[in-house]
């Protein structure tokens, strides 16, 4: 359904529906399942920074445990993000270029005194 | 820091760092606040489900204004994961593939019998 | 369904009951729901103090503005959790009781050297 | 700072800030902390119901197991509300009962035709 077949994010998301395909875990996979499981990852992201100070979040990627766990984290919400965007046929680059172009105009950049 | 420069997501990601570096938005942009960020937004993915049925939710782009919404939340998801592995240095696609290649080891497809 | 039934917070479980069913919100209320509405209003409030630094968030309630913010999202979690107990019978105070009990063991008081 | 001095919640948001000063936890529980605290908990409630059709949700606590997991899940949410309106000097009750009438106001029950 997703209208940029060449790009690199588009071959992870079809990668992902031929997984969950393969499984039958397409009775599972619907969008408000699937938002509540994005959700739930980006919770445990956020477990990982929530007693830690600014400067401390800062070097979390020092600590090899820690860096696996955010790398683990960080592909879990893309993951059932891309496979959001498949079951609803949204383009998730499209909206996230329509997006910043939006944002650009809704915050410009101040200019030089 | 990334290495796939050449990807369509590596595009958007440098996109999103000028667009911030040009707002000095850098000081608020540390690891444990894009963490945060990214979770409000996934809420606000999660709402536009809260109360409907499996069935209501697989129907939800046929509404105008829940599609437009959906895109919206998708893509602020988006902005704040790749906001975040900017800041961190992850590599958002290397860290889906090791996933995914993990997932396929840790699910095997069943066998027909 | 709840054995606190002389509580400050029962008398709140049921009026918020009895609420939910003078309107028919019955069908919507149930477990996997309220969780979700649950964690959006946790979302919420953790919108409120995504930007801030820890010693701006200490601050928060000087500002009528936020404050009335706080206490609104506060509410509301707080509404939701109860709504979630009271379709599945969970005694929310028995539970945080046996939850400090656990606790205190698992994290001892440090003696003095 | 609460003025529900004599009400079962204030008991155990007293236990559990003598819990806290007794470890000298206090550095981390600025309420920036705590709400984040709080949304990683309702994430972890949130991921028992994840998969589960609303039917199967209803029947959660029907296995023990499942069972156990959601009453440490309630009790993690209401204590670290109980801790965040503690650092913020927030009445959770006088909230809850302010949001009540303001929602018996914007509802108001349909009457019998």
Request: a negative charge.
């Amino acid at each position: 359904m997703s209208t940029e077949n060449s790009s690199d994010l588009a071959a992870r998301q079809r990668r992902l529906a031929e997984f969950a395909a393969a499984r039958d875990w397409g009775r599972y996979h619907n969008p408000k399942n699937l938002a509540a499981a994005l959700s739930v990852e980006a919770g445990e992201l956020v477990e990982i920074f929530q007693w830690l100070t600014p400067e401390q979040s800062a070097a979390v990627m020092e600590r090899p445990d820690q860096a696996a766990r955010v790398r683990d984290e960080v592909a879990d919400v893309l993951a059932y993000l891309l496979q959001f965007c498949e079951v609803l046929g949204v383009d998730a680059l499209g909206a996230l270029d329509a997006k910043i172009e939006r944002n650009e105009k809704r915050f410009p950049v101040p200019e030089e005194p």
